[in-house]
């Protein structure tokens, strides 16, 4: 079995930063796609970023210039560092990891960027 445990996630003023960790673990062979979601109220589970098992990455237009997602192969660990946070940004944040024979989620943690 698999388990994802997401942390990271807080309240922060608009221009500041988060950083945000999910790590993997349980029998796994193998860990490819490794991703992070964010799904605000009201709005559809949108993908942020991704990054692949040969450090290729994707980001969504939104936050282009502004997030950074990097993974530790040896920890089964993916980050996903946040700067220049909007208000906007505000959502419940998820990490997807796909391996051998799972497709997994977080529990999610939640990402609040208010004055």
């Known amino acids: 079995q698999v388990q994802l445990v997401e942390s990271g996630g807080g309240l922060v003023q608009p221009g500041g930063s988060l950083r945000l960790s999910c790590v993997v673990s349980g029998r796994i062979f193998s860990v490819d796609n490794m991703a992070w979601y964010r799904q605000a109220p009201g709005k559809q589970r949108e993908r942020v970023a991704l990054?692949?098992?040969?450090?290729?990455?994707n980001y969504a237009d939104s936050v282009k210039g502004r997030f950074t997602i990097s993974r530790d192969n040896a920890k089964n660990t993916v980050f996903l560092q946040m700067n220049s946070l909007k208000p906007e940004d505000t959502a419940v944040y998820y990490c997807n990891i796909i391996g051998v024979g799972f497709n997994s989620w977080g529990q999610g943690t939640q990402v609040t960027v208010s004055s």
């Open positions: 990054i692949t098992r040969g450090s290729s990455t």
